[in-house]
């Protein structure tokens, strides 16, 4: 069992920056991924960013790449999701997932969810 726990998540300028954590908590050695998505209102959730657990192997969806980075430490089983440049149609509920079986874009190959993060880009 993981327990995933996102934080982070605000309003913010378009242009600007935010942060946002999943802390991850039970038998996270199990999990081979760690894995962002978003759902904006009205829109079906999409695949963001994934880290892989053995070497921090990384890969972005083309909306993102170049503008966020997913990140982890190990030492307190948390991923971070940092975001710049940060545009209004990044608004969205964000969640962390943890994958046990691989590290693609499907929400079916992820296993964990958390309960997400709001986050607001607007002027």
């Known amino acids: 069992q993981v327990q995933l726990v996102e934080s982070g998540g605000g309003l913010v300028q378009p242009g600007g920056s935010l942060r946002l954590s999943c802390a991850a908590s039970g038998r996270t050695f199990s999990s081979y991924a760690m894995g962002w998505f978003r759902q904006a209102p009205g829109k079906e959730r999409e695949f963001v960013a994934v880290i892989r657990w053995s070497d921090s192997s990384t890969y972005y969806a083309g909306s993102v790449k170049g503008r966020f980075t997913i990140s982890r430490d190990n030492a307190k089983n948390t991923v971070y999701l940092q975001m710049n440049s940060l545009k209004p149609e990044d608004t969205a509920v964000y969640y962390c997932?943890?994958?046990?079986?691989?590290?693609?874009?499907?929400?079916?190959?992820?296993?964990?969810w958390g309960q997400g993060t709001q986050v607001t880009v607007s002027s």
């Open positions: 997932a943890a994958g046990l079986r691989g590290w693609g874009t499907p929400m079916s190959q992820y296993d964990y």
